[in-house]
T-cell receptor, first 109, second 114 residues
């Protein structure tokens, strides 16, 4: 299975943009790139996903490298409520989500 | 929509007892997933169903665990007999089937086996 690599933790100041990186050098052509986050004491929550092109939604933007071997989740203006563990996940032509350890994002007021 | 509903939210039981966790997926969703989360192992997919049929149960830890989906609106995860190492938060999620579709997670059931 293609794996992802994320930093264990990151910090960002409130109201600043946040760029969360993810490396997935063994990605295949049919793998979607998904991002989920898990707030404290809650279930995971979908953030965004993409295949080849950059994607935007109300929560975030996803920038995908041209060779698809890396991607970046962008939170345009972080708030305290964005403090969570962020997971970058590849799907392998099916619906299974294989969660890694993710990046714990801390927002500094 | 009420979202994915799980019950109970908390369960405390003694080793050797049977435990049944319940999940009601979002109406219209045809894929259902059971996950387990522990500090040691993180979030693990146990089993998933598509159109009420188990598709992949490779994550089910052992024969003590079983899952059923008798209809599109209900699923159960049973542990019999339970052991202390089964203590975890169990999440149920549902989606419209497809690799690019988002999964909606329930609030989880926190299981403690004494």
């Amino acid at each position: 299975d293609a794996k992802t690599t994320q930093p264990n933790s990151m910090e960002s100041n409130e109201e600043e943009p946040v760029h969360l990186p993810c490396n997935h050098s063994t990605i295949s052509g049919t793998d979607y790139i998904h991002w989920y986050r898990q707030l404290p004491s809650q279930g995971p929550e979908y953030v965004i996903h993409g295949l080849t092109s950059n994607v935007n939604n109300r929560m975030a933007s996803l920038a995908i490298a041209e060779d698809r071997k890396s991607s970046t989740l962008i939170l345009h203006r972080a708030t305290l409520r964005d403090a969570a563990v962020y997971y970058c996940i590849l799907t392998f032509g099916n619906e299974k989500l294989t969660f890694g350890t993710g990046t714990r994002l801390t927002i500094i007021p | 929509d009420a979202g994915v509903i799980q019950s109970p939210r908390h369960e405390v039981t003694e080793m050797g007892q049977e435990v049944t966790l319940r999940c009601k997926p979002i109406s219209g969703h045809n894929s259902l997933f059971w996950y387990r989360q522990t500090m040691m192992r993180g979030l693990e997919l146990l089993i998933y169903f598509n159109n009420n049929v188990p598709i992949d149960d490779s994550g089910m830890p052992e024969d003590r665990f079983s899952a059923k989906m008798p209809n599109a609106s209900f699923s159960t995860l049973k542990i019999q007999p339970s052991e202390p190492r089964d203590s975890a938060v169990y999440f149920c999620a549902s989606s419209l089937s497809g690799a690019g579709n988002e999964q909606f997670f329930g609030p989880g059931t926190r299981l403690t086996v004494l």
